[in-house]
Structure formats: structure tokens, C-alpha cells
Nanobody, 114 residues
Framework: QVQLVQSGGGFVQTGGSLSLSCSVS????????MGWFRQKPGQQREFVARTPTGGKTEYSAYVTGRFTCSRDIARNMVFLQMNTLVPDDTAVYYC????????WGQGVQVTVSS
């Protein structure tokens, strides 16, 4: 079992920045990939970024160049730095860990005003 607890998010104006954190506990040694997803109102959850253990971080086309996903394995944490935010980034953001199955954080709201 893996538990993920998120923090961060909030409200920001267009062009602003926010950061998200995700603290991981439990059977962390089995985690293969950590990443971030988001869910906009009325839409399905979509991929934002992922960082495989020992691999290269990948981003969706919508956030490339604006978001940075990083992982601190020693502290069992993963981060998402979001810059140059736009209203279309408004969503609930979830961190995720892939081990024997996929585990989710509780989600945090990010709201970007125009």
C-alpha cells in the first residue's frame, strides 16, 4: 500500500505561478513512476507529467515549458512547479504513484483567473 498526501494549489491570476507537493508513504520501494494528473470540470482526468524511477520526466503538450515535475526520492516527495498559468489550467490536480497498482492523492484545486 502507498499513501499520497498533497499540499499546495490555490488561486492565482493569469501569468502567475503555483507549486504543488505530494508526500508519499508506505511501500515506496515498489514505486515505478510518480506523476501528476488533472481533472477539469465536466472532463476526464488527464495526464500532466510523470517521472519514472531512474528515467526521464515527460510532460503533456499543454504544459511543456511551463510546468516542472521533480522528485525527491530521499524525502519520498514529488513536486509540480507551475509557471505562466492560464485559465485553462484550472482543475483539480492529483499526484499519482504507480506500483502494483496506481495510487492517488486526495487532489487539490488550482484556479487561474483571467
Amino acid at each position: 500500500q502507498v499513501q499520497l498526501v498533497q499540499s499546495g494549489g490555490g488561486f492565482v491570476q493569469t501569468g502567475g505561478s503555483l507549486s504543488l507537493s505530494c508526500s508519499v508513504s508506505g511501500s515506496v520501494e515498489g514505486i515505478k513512476v510518480m506523476g501528476w494528473f488533472r481533472q477539469k470540470p465536466g472532463q476526464q482526468r488527464e495526464f500532466v507529467a510523470r517521472t519514472p524511477t531512474g528515467g526521464k520526466t515527460e510532460y503533456s503538450a499543454y504544459v511543456t515549458g511551463r510546468f516542472t515535475c521533480s522528485r525527491d526520492i530521499a524525502r519520498n516527495m514529488v513536486f509540480l512547479q507551475m509557471n505562466t498559468l492560464v485559465p485553462d489550467d484550472t482543475a483539480v490536480y492529483y499526484c499519482a504513484a504507480v506500483a502494483d497498482t496506481i495510487y492517488w492523492g486526495q487532489g487539490v484545486q488550482v484556479t487561474v483567473s483571467s
